[in-house]
């Protein structure tokens, strides 16, 4: 049996047009699934990654074995056959050629999200995070006094949203789109993201611009509350001739120019 056959069987069930999925353009394959992950963690993976996983502890084991099998059934629906799926320099996924993708995973959750590039899609990123509110330490790292301001006054209206974890997973989200195009890193202040709500519902959209030169200025994105998770999502679409990069969320495009990347000395780490 294949590592898909072998897995997908186990476990939580995997959702494909799900919570993260409504976050996401159509063209992009979404694979989530809720609960503790309960798969062999070993028959899951293949034998490059189960190497850098045999020192790891129990939780990681299964969380990154449990987001790749999310990772390969969302491959295999655009007829990619399962493949090593090896972390890079700063934890991004390394996806076979031609594929975009970003995963997720926070205390039982996790999410897999791939598209073609052929299909206009040049990179995606996708965040999931408990619904608990950031500590201030953490807040004074995060945002920005622009950013705090902001986040006070949507605090007085929805006190049951917490903001301050809201913004850290949309500008993860951010970075995870950033960084396969700039190969560079991106500081969590080098980022500005206003946060709005849906009305009614504990859902909404958000723009982040890049306060810095790289491969967009500005992006925009969807958040949702839902089954005491928080997640994010955005999409940057392909350049066209014009030079023009086109930002891509679950309600439309939108276009930025696009600036030359440079290098940068902090960052975000992603864990996938």
């Not at 992950?37 to 449990?66: C, H, N, Y």
């Not at 807040?139 to 209206?157: G, I, N, Q």
């Not at 809201?166 to 950033?178: D, I, P, Q, R, Y």
Request: glycine share 8%.
């Amino acid at each position: 049996m294949s590592i898909i056959q072998q897995e997908t069987g186990r476990g939580p069930e995997l959702r494909n047009r799900g919570l993260m999925a409504s976050l996401l353009p159509p063209q992009v394959v979404v694979r989530e699934s809720f609960g503790r992950w309960e798969g062999d963690w070993r028959s899951a993976l293949f034998p490059a990654e189960v190497q850098i996983m045999e020192t790891a502890g129990d939780k990681r084991r299964r969380e990154f074995a449990g987001v790749r099998v999310c990772a390969r059934s969302a491959l295999l629906s655009l007829d990619m056959p399962p493949v090593p799926l090896l972390p890079g320099p700063r934890g991004e996924p390394g996806w076979p050629a031609g594929i975009v993708g970003a995963m997720t995973h926070c205390t039982d959750y996790r999410a897999a999200a791939v598209a073609r590039r052929a299909e206009g899609v040049a990179s995606v990123g996708i965040d999931a995070e408990p619904c608990a509110q950031l500590p201030e330490v953490a807040m004074a790292m995060v945002a920005t006094a622009r950013e705090a301001d902001h986040l006070e006054t949507l605090a007085c209206r929805w006190p049951q949203v917490p903001w301050g974890r809201l913004l850290f997973s949309a500008k993860e989200s951010v970075f995870k789109a950033w960084y396969p195009l700039a190969r560079c890193p991106l500081d969590f202040l080098e980022t500005e993201v206003e946060l709005w709500m849906d009305s009614g519902v504990h859902a909404g959209t958000f723009t982040a611009a890049v306060l810095r030169p790289g491969p967009f200025a500005t992006v925009t994105g969807r958040w949702r509350i839902t089954r005491e998770v928080i997640l994010t999502a955005t999409t940057v679409g392909a350049v066209p001739a014009t030079g023009v990069r086109t930002g891509h969320t679950a309600s439309g495009p939108t276009s930025t120019p696009a600036p030359t990347p440079t290098t940068l000395l902090s960052s975000p780490v992603m864990k996938g």
